[in-house]
């Protein structure tokens, strides 16, 4: 009997972040410890969600009223929330399944095959997949030092089959914070070629020195924007799967209408976890100067402890939880891929090939995250040095 048919599309669908897992776990089967530097899991390390907003999701649960369909464009009390935070109308509004479902729906809206939407290089992987998967052609613009998006790159960029402009911010997965200045110049841009843009700002908290400048208020009511955020990082609860949508300017009307279709055809987001972005949005924001201060210090030590090692090089994270360091290939690996298994194998330390975020292979960029605490960062960093500084010829680094 045949094998079952595959559309061609799922060729193009993966997410390295969590597809090279299948290989660590490999490795911690021969008795290796793993070093879980992939992925932007707070609660995986000593990160946890506030109190008020855990009580209010048990709180929504007894008595099992939210225990049915929400409505399907999100709880409206939440909406209203939403709605008075970013400055819309509530009917602007849209609840998701994590932020991720809301960069979904915004491209299956907007594109059709053969278009493109302008992405940063590097971009989270997310939005280069999706993109492949719908037939749309890559178009990346470049970043400058510190990763600050070259505005001028993107305007040679755009053309007649741009959908829209991707702004990361603070951006994943690099830890860069854009300049406001850079973000009115976007914002210009966009209003000049009259295309939106989608502003990713769910780690718009998670910022160790200054403030993070949000589009919403740095551009003019001529550009058309689509703000995202959520309940994952800033509240440190990725796990409840809310995020949210909420359109600004004049025009946006078809997509309100495109986003009414599309969160109505997959139903709803759970009910009760609605209520603990609620109580977030209300509460005290007391609790993340703590893990802000932990992520500023983590990310001061992988800074300097990665250059410190011959071969590589890191520009010092601003915001979030990431870096992207790039390690001199120098015919000792033959692409990022090569470096990222092969340290896996010699030393457990799990990271991810930057190519996953639109880099050349060749360019030899990875991404870390610096969510563990200080020990056993600074272990899994010492093991990236000595195999680096190694060639990655030693078998069996270990720690002094």
Partial sequence: MAQIRIASKISHLSYAIRDIVAAAEKVQKKGKKIYWLNIGDPNRFDF???????????????????????????????????????????ESTFVTNGLSEGIDFIFAALLEAGDNILMPRPAYPLYVTKSKVLGCVENYYECGPE???????????????????VVINPNNPTGALYPQKVLQEIGNLA?????????????????????????????GKDVKLISGNGMSKNYFYPG??????????????????????????????????????????????????????????????LHKMLNEAPGISCTKPQAAFYAFPKVELGGRWKDDFAFVHGLL????????????????????????????QEEELQEALMLMQKYVSNGGKCKSLKLP
């Fill in 48 to 90: 946890r969600p506030p109190q008020h907003v855990l009580d209010a999701i048990g709180g929504a649960l007894k008595g099992g009223k939210y225990t049915g369909y929400a409505p399907s464009q999100g709880e409206p009390l939440l909406r209203e929330e939403i709605a008075k935070k970013e400055g819309v109308g509530v």
């Fill in 147 to 165: 990763w600050v998006p070259d505005v001028g790159d993107m305007r040679r960029k755009v053309n007649g089959k741009t959908r829209a402009i």
């Fill in 191 to 219: 209003a000049e070629h009259d295309i939106p843009v989608i502003a990713d700002e769910i780690y718009d908290r998670l910022v160790f020195e200054g403030k993070c400048a949000n589009m919403r208020d740095v551009v």
């Fill in 240 to 301: 409840a799967r809310v995020g949210y949508l909420a359109l600004h300017g004049q025009g946006m009307e078809p997509l309100e209408e495109a986003l009414v279709k599309l969160t109505n055809a997959r139903l709803s987001v759970n009910w009760e976890m609605q209520f603990g972005l609620l109580a977030a949005m209300q509460g005290s924001m007391d609790y993340l100067g703590q893990g802000v201060e932990k992520l500023k210090k983590r990310g001061a030590l």
């Fill in 345 to 372: 194998e010699e030393t457990g330390v799990l990271c991810v090939p930057g190519s996953a975020f639109g880099a050349k292979k060749e360019e030899g960029y990875v991404r870390l995250v610096f969510l563990p």
